[in-house]
């Protein structure tokens, strides 16, 4: 399956929950390209934006896993062109 390049926006509003997003995004430490984090500790809320290269499968695992814990919330969203190989070559 083609990896495509994308963004995870991650929100999250409970602080406790925090070490269990990072055991996630861990597990797929191999698919994130960057990641940033902002922690807006007078709104309580804590941001994480990462940009992936990922297949459709790969990213909805994550995702997944993600959107089920508790006060996180998460949106993804995938370039349309795809990508065979980790030399960036554009098949479309």
Request: aromatic share 4%; hydrophobic share 40%.
């Amino acid at each position: 399956m083609e990896k495509r390049i994308g963004t995870v926006s991650v929100l999250i509003s409970n602080r406790e929950i925090v070490p269990k997003v990072n055991q996630i995004l861990s597990e797929f430490g191999n698919l994130i390209l960057a990641r940033q984090g902002l922690p807006l500790h007078e709104r309580g809320l804590h941001f994480i934006s990462l940009i992936m290269e990922a297949t459709t499968d790969e990213l909805s695992a994550m995702t997944g896993r993600l959107g089920r814990l508790p006060d996180v919330e998460v949106k993804s969203i995938l370039a349309k062109s795809k990508f065979s190989n980790h030399n960036n070559q554009n098949l479309e």
